[in-house]
């Protein structure tokens, strides 16, 4: 069964431009959750869905946001971006949110490079 | 949410066993003990995760204090595909981790 596929792998942008990354789960997982991992912080939760709904956010600024569609595949935005979003953004899957049994599966990242 | 406690780096042995602490005294009682590794230019994969009694899996066996403060996740043979930082995650939920900075293990030939 494939993974977790994240597109692109590798992307430049500008500083104040937006960005759209991608994140298609495993086959038949419902929920997905995004990560950012720089030096600097480590990795640090970004938001989960679920069925289409947010149910978890972390501490990040409003520039930062997503959204998940009916086929599970989730998107994320990062809007007036800043150099400090250079990072590896990681998306991740599992069966559902939380009990016993579930644990999540991660993919390769989009390396973000800001200039 | 709460925090765990890991030593920033370790060592082992190749074929020996490794046992990595964390300590997590404010754990609650709905906490599930998480342990993620990630190799050098991946992301995190899962090794283990457990309530209250230890478990076993193919990949290693977590050993949790009776009194939950603390757990060991034990490697019984170092490889060096086990070069990795290895993260101890505290959460009730399968994806909304916490990551701290984890152990960095590195595996002598």
């Known amino acids: 069964k494939a993974g977790v596929t994240q597109t692109p792998r590798y992307l430049i942008k500008t500083r104040g431009q937006q960005v759209t990354l991608s994140c298609s789960p495993i086959s038949g997982h419902r929920s997905v959750s995004w990560y950012q991992q720089t030096p600097g912080q480590g990795l640090q939760f970004l938001f989960e869905y679920f069925s289409e709904t947010q149910r978890n956010k972390g501490n990040f600024p409003g520039r930062f946001s997503g959204r998940q569609f009916s086929n599970s595949r989730s998107e994320m935005n990062v809007s007036t971006l800043e150099l400090g979003d250079s990072a590896l953004y990681l998306c991740?899957?599992?069966?559902?949110?939380?009990?016993?049994?579930?644990?999540?599966?991660f993919g390769q990242g989009t390396r973000l490079t800001v200039v | 949410d709460a925090k765990t406690t890991q030593p920033n780096s370790m060592e082992s042995n190749e074929e020996e066993p490794v046992h990595l602490p964390c300590n997590h005294s404010t754990i609650s009682g709905t906490d599930y003990i998480h342990w993620y590794r990630q190799l050098p230019s991946q992301g995190p994969e899962y090794v283990i995760h457990g309530l209250t009694s230890n478990v076993n899996n193919r990949m290693a066996s977590l050993a949790i204090a009776e009194d939950r403060k603390s757990s060991t996740l034990i490697l019984h043979r170092a490889t060096l595909r086990d070069a990795a930082v290895y993260y101890c995650i505290l959460g009730s939920g399968a994806n909304n981790l916490f990551f701290g900075t984890g152990t960095r293990l590195t595996v002598i030939p």
């Open positions: 991740a899957s599992s069966h559902t949110p939380g009990g016993p049994g579930r644990w999540a599966f």
